[in-house]
């Protein structure tokens, strides 16, 4: 029965991201990525893009009037297989094209690289270009809005990179509990479930009325006073280190000039006594 459970639950999942690719489009690109664990685990990554399967970002342009459109894993109008192109010109110059995609992602951003664009110039040995999108997790961004990352020292010389910032892939890092707030939670829980049974003990066992039923309330009822000393004793020092009962300073010996000056400030009225009529 396990081994039935098991393979009806690889089945389910290779439909689920069957039918996932047949909605996007996008197939991983089997010369780039040979083995065959590395490209189900692409393909399963291409589902944090449901939601936004077919959107289009409309026309971007960059910093040298270059026009492009991208269409998240569908198909550009007139362009056969090809999600990113370059628009300004006509016909189209695709960057990519669907079925040779890579994807790859983190916590917080999922990128998709579509390899096949046209051949580059010389010296680059046939060899040519490609496009990324980096989808990067914004949990208030519904819109497809797609930004095109300037590159003006060419260190992407024959790469087209584009940003979007989208809720979609924030299914990678699901908001959760910071470690204080989990924390905090469970000494809540058990500060409630010690007072709450604490007082159903007092009141059915002990049969204890009013505030008699508070759990340890002599305590309870002196812990404000005990805060409020220890924040005396914290703010309030000349109480509680000493100063206020400190012995008046002599001239015996070592004593620093200050309390020498607080010595004959407290002696003169007596020396004053000594010399009047």
């Not at 797609?146 to 924030?170: E, G, I, Q």
Request: aromatic share 10%; hydrophobic share 40%; charged share 20%.
């Amino acid at each position: 029965m396990a081994g039935v459970a098991r393979a009806l639950g690889m089945l389910v999942v290779v439909l689920v991201v069957g039918l996932g690719l047949a909605r996007a489009g996008c197939v991983v690109d089997k010369k780039s990525v040979t083995d065959e664990t590395q490209r189900l685990e692409q393909e399963s990554l291409l589902q944090a893009l449901g939601p936004i399967m077919g959107q289009s970002s409309g026309k971007v342009k960059d910093s040298e009037g270059n026009i492009y459109e991208f269409s998240v894993c569908s198909d550009l109008k007139g362009m056969p297989n090809v999600s990113l192109a370059q628009t300004n010109k006509s016909p189209g110059i695709p960057i990519g094209f669907n079925n040779r995609t890579l994807v790859s992602s983190d916590k917080h951003w999922l990128m998709l690289t579509f390899l096949g664009g046209p051949p580059r110039p010389s010296p680059c040995n046939g060899s040519k270009w490609d496009g990324h999108v980096l989808f990067i997790c914004d949990h208030d961004e519904y819109e497809m809005n797609m930004k095109v990352l300037d590159d003006p020292v060419l260190t992407l010389k024959f790469s087209a990179m584009f940003v979007v910032r989208h809720h979609s892939v924030c299914s990678l890092s699901p908001k959760g509990l910071s470690p204080g707030a989990i924390f905090f939670i469970i000494v809540l829980v058990t500060f409630s479930m010690y007072f709450i049974s604490g007082f159903f003990y007092l009141r059915l066992v002990r049969g204890a009325k009013g505030i008699e039923q508070i759990p340890n309330r002599n305590f309870w009822f002196k812990a404000g006073n005990l805060l409020a000393d220890g924040c005396e004793a914290v703010c309030r020092c000349d109480r509680y280190c000493g100063a206020g009962e400190r012995p008046p300073s002599t001239y015996s010996g070592y004593s620093p000039i200050d309390e020498q000056f607080a010595q004959d400030l407290q002696n003169g009225d007596r020396d004053s006594a000594l010399l009047s009529p």
